[in-house]
């Protein structure tokens, strides 16, 4: 869908006009099966889009984790701010290159978000996370071969950790950051991002006025900074950053294993929780500030209509 017709994130079928009381009938009478989309299931123009998210997170994950690799390893002052500047540089490029196929999700934490707003409907939802994580899988098996494996364990394959294991002088340890201190920046640098830069791709009217361009260069800009904010504020060896992306960090993960899988759970609850807060942010605040009504997907919609058939 083009930005000018709308919102930036989701499809044609996602929105409905409430121009008159028959589409507004036509709305409320919708079937539980329409409204998570279960058709989609069974559409190959969906499966066919999952195949962007699915290459689109592949090259994330390489390209994102080569970067993490490539300017830890470089003898630079302040390594994080180049690579906080190359990641908002390089998501705002790829989110660019797949928004025509797919609507330029690459993450889970976009995809999930679109969905409890209404933006697509659960079912594609649960197709593009899957499509997304598999496309994660293999970045990470296409960076680890070319890296050498001294490379590779010293920087965890580029991937998302909470602590690693060191050598010390009484044995290995553990170094790295508290569970807690990990899932609040988790959740709050998700919930940054979200507020600070997608709801403009999820309202009608700054989509529109901002265009396609700017509002995905502003999400890579906020990403890019609050990468570099978590990683200042904490300064420990081991933690390696918010993730804001549970498919990336699950890639390395799943290849490298290990302690990649210590407090991994951390990239997959903060970010949801996160959704979930936005999501009924959009709805406290005044309808006229954040338009999505006719969002047939809409998560209290679905709730509601669930409790209403019994």
Known sequence: MDATSGNVLGDEESQLSFGSNDEKKKYTCLTMAERLGLPDFFSLDVWRASVGELLGS????????????STLESDVKMANLIMSILIAITLTI????VFPVSGGHISPVITFSSA??????MSRAIIYIVAQCIGAILGALALKAVLSSTIEQRFSLGGCTVTVVTPGLNGPEIVGLEIAQAFWLEFMCTFALLFGSLWMA???????????ITVMSIVGLLAGILVFISTSVTAKKGYAGA??????????AFVRGGHLWNGHWIFWVGPGLACFAFYFYTKIIPSNHFQ??????????IIEALFSQR
């Open 58 to 69: 592949a090259v994330l994950v390489f390209m994102l984790d080569t970067i993490v690799i």
């Open 94 to 97: 790829l989110i660019l290159a």
């Open 116 to 121: 409890l707003v209404g933006l697509i409907s």
């Open 202 to 212: 999820y309202d009608h009217r700054q989509s529109k006025a901002l265009g396609l």
């Open 243 to 252: 993730g804001m992306n549970p498919a990336r960090c699950f890639g390395a």
């Open 292 to 301: 999505t009504d006719g969002f047939k997907h809409d998560f209290l919609a």
